[in-house]
């Protein structure tokens, strides 16, 4: 039963230390802040997130739709992610979908842009995140 017990919390600690932790606007390094109000101007955040490798994330609302974003421990904006339509995935990222997960229903899709410009595209199917590049070629 010690075990158990001991197994479980180990877990427990496990899955609390890999995942981000949401943190208060107060706790977010004033450069990121900073950087968030440059970047989104007037917008509010929702709430704040500390990733495991000491990024932040942001997640709000702007004009509507669901959005995050992510910025270094010294402010540089890393990616903003938005969630799009279904149907605004590439051609190619559907084709691949049904392929590969023919009748499977894709729950969410995003648009993500990285701190240089570069796109890449998100689909969750099956409690699965899958990337595709910007022309949609599976990336993982």
């Known amino acids: 039963m010690k075990t158990i017990i001991i197994t479980a919390a180990a877990l427990v600690f496990s899955i609390n230390t890999a995942c981000a932790q949401k943190v208060k606007a107060a706790e977010v390094p004033k450069a990121v802040i900073d950087s968030f109000n440059k970047n989104f101007s007037g917008t509010k955040v929702e709430t704040w997130e500390k990733e ?20 270094s421990a010294d ?21 691949y979908l049904a392929k590969n997960y023919a009748g499977k229903k894709i729950k969410e899709a995003a648009k993500i842009v990285d701190g240089n410009g570069k796109i890449k595209y998100e689909a969750e199917v099956d409690k699965k995140d899958l990337l595709f590049d910007e022309q949609g070629n599976f990336i993982k």
């Not at 490798?53 to 995050?68: H, M, R």
């Open 52 to 71: 495991k490798d000491g990024a932040y994330e942001a997640e709000f609302d702007l004009n509507k739709v669901e959005t995050s974003a992510t910025f």
């Open 75 to 95: 402010g540089k904006l890393l990616e903003t992610e938005t969630e799009i339509a279904v149907s605004a995935l590439p051609k190619a990222v559907t084709d």
